[in-house]
């Protein structure tokens, strides 16, 4: 056989195979694809050390990245498979076998999917044994070429028809259908001068589109509110279970809450605010009567994430959040309902797509991060940032410099600046939002031409500065002054 023929054979195998697995997947619940299981059994599976280096390197385009290698990894095994059965179909044959076992040993150790979820991976292997061969036999004919173009078409359509019917959970609708929310008690107007975009920070509340987005998940659970469910059990006298309009008809509250990612490098993009609307999960807990002895809340989302927060927190201060802003929440960020935890990083508190609470111990319960090297217990660091000016920038004039700083739950008190080693400037504080929040701050400084550096630390309203030693994100968040180089003209 011509090697470009041997080579698509192997190829159109493995889009086939791809292609079924994604079809039945769509009956069956998408997680169940092939594809979209090996790729979140990786990131399950992924050591710690290369998820960071992953994160440090791609951001948020990491799961893209990672897609992406899978896509590529899969075409050369197909180009290789077909390659290395010129002669005899065998050595092709037992690797479509063994990708198919892969994709199967994927899906069982997957947390979100049902029973009949196997019939997907099965499905990848039928077809991609079959496809396999069945081309194979072809190409020792002239007419191989119809059959190549027939099977390309039909597993195209097949991707295409899963996907379309696999997201097809009109969750936009049920959005759609709730409309407005409106809290009984509101967050006041936004004081004036609190918000210092124009001097280069963020906006002060950010718009769903530019909050950060971290989660495990390859494609967002797709849950309609009408559906959704919330089941609160384990050390508590009477275990629950909560609908959507249940807690929709309760006395809502807003607030405004900073999230902050616990992956931040010093200087870190990742931590966004919005007036969050729901309800106190103290209140749902004390109507469940927790027992004595217990001391974490253990979260469930619908994808398997889970987060463990102590109990001290969620009493004093935990959201069931079902609206961003205004408007439900959006699908990325745990439609139709999360957990906001202020003063806890994200990763031990803000479960989205939440669907169980289950009140333990943390002797008893790990979350999804714990064994992965992260520390169990992670309230928010003191810290702050410098958002002008840009590294490396080239300022003429007077020199603003400007940024945020956060201490949640305790709230900043005050935030300095000191340009190339000097002595340290007090800043001006934007006006005082919350405790939960950030806090924007400007100061204009006269420098000479020439290159400068400036650095900023925050202190809290318990008197604690933000220590100077630099730390990794690992295990409990970063430490250390952001410094930001630039040159005066
Ligand atoms: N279901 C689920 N919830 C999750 C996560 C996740 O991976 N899965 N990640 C957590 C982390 S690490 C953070 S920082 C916040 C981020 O919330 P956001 O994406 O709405 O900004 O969500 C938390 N909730
Ligand atoms: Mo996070």
Not at 21 to 30: K, N, S
Not at 90 to 113: C, E, S, W
Not at 174 to 200: M, W
Not at 474 to 482: K, L, M, S, V, Y
Request: with cysteine.
């Amino acid at each position: 056989m011509k090697p470009t023929k041997a080579a698509l054979t192997g190829l159109l195998a493995i889009l086939a195979a791809l292609a079924a697995g994604h079809l039945v997947a769509a009956f069956v619940g998408l997680s169940a694809s092939p594809y979209l299981a090996v790729g979140n059994a990786a990131i399950d599976l992924t050591p710690t050390w290369l998820k960071e280096f992953a994160v440090t390197t791609f951001g948020t385009n990491d799961k893209l990245v990672l897609l992406t290698g899978m896509a590529v990894v899969l075409v050369a095994t197909g180009i290789a498979a077909g390659l290395a059965s010129r002669n005899t179909p065998t050595p092709g044959t037992v690797i479509a076998v063994a990708l198919g076992l892969l994709g199967i040993a994927a899906v069982l150790t997957r947390p979100d999917v049902g029973q009949l979820s196997v019939l997907a991976p099965l499905a990848s292997l039928a077809a991609g044994v079959y496809v396999f061969r069945h081309l194979h036999e072809e190409s020792t004919q002239d007419e191989s070429r119809r059959d190549f173009l027939i099977t390309a078409g039909l597993a195209v359509a097949a991707g295409v028809t899963g996907q379309l019917l696999g997201t097809r959970t009109d969750v936009e609708g049920s959005r759609q259908a709730i409309g407005d929310l409106t809290p009984k008690t509101k967050v006041p107007d936004l004081p004036v001068g609190a918000d210092f975009a124009r001097d280069g920070t963020p906006a002060f509340i950010t718009s769903a589109k530019d909050f950060y987005r971290i989660d495990t998940a390859l494609s967002v659970p797709r849950i309609r509110a009408e559906e959704w469910t919330l089941r609160i059990h384990g050390m508590v006298d009477r275990p629950a279970v909560l609908t959507f309009d249940e807690i929709r008809k309760r006395d809502l509250i807003e607030e405004t809450v900073t999230l902050t990612c616990v992956s931040n490098e010093v200087g870190g993009p990742y931590i966004s605010t919005a007036n969050f609307i729901g309800i106190r999960i103290g209140d749902v807990l004390r109507e469940a009567g927790v027992k004595a002895g217990a001391d974490q809340l253990f979260s469930t989302s619908d994808d398997g994430f889970t987060a463990g927060s102590p109990l001290d927190y969620v009493l004093e201060r935990g959201l069931i959040a079902i609206g961003m802003n205004g408007e439900p929440l959006p699908a990325e960020h745990g439609f139709p309902a999360r957990l906001v935890v202020p003063g806890l990083y994200g990763y031990v508190s803000a479960t989205k797509w939440v669907t169980d609470l289950n009140v333990t111990t943390f002797a008893k319960e790990q979350g999804y991060w714990i064994p992965r090297g992260w520390a169990a217990r992670a309230p928010i660091k003191t810290m702050s940032r410098i958002d002008r000016p840009k590294g490396l920038s080239k300022v003429s004039g007077r020199t603003v410099v400007a940024g945020t700083a956060w201490a949640q739950p305790k709230g900043v008190a005050k935030v300095e600046v000191r340009a190339d080693g000097g002595p340290w400037q007090e800043a001006e504080l934007g006006a005082d939002v919350s405790d939960s929040t950030w806090r924007m701050w400007r100061l204009e400084l006269d420098l000479k031409p020439g290159s400068h550096t400036v650095e900023c630390r925050a202190t809290d309203k318990t008197g604690y500065t933000q220590d100077q030693a630099r730390l990794d994100p690992i295990p409990d968040g970063a430490t250390g002054w952001h410094s930001i180089s630039f040159t005066v003209q």
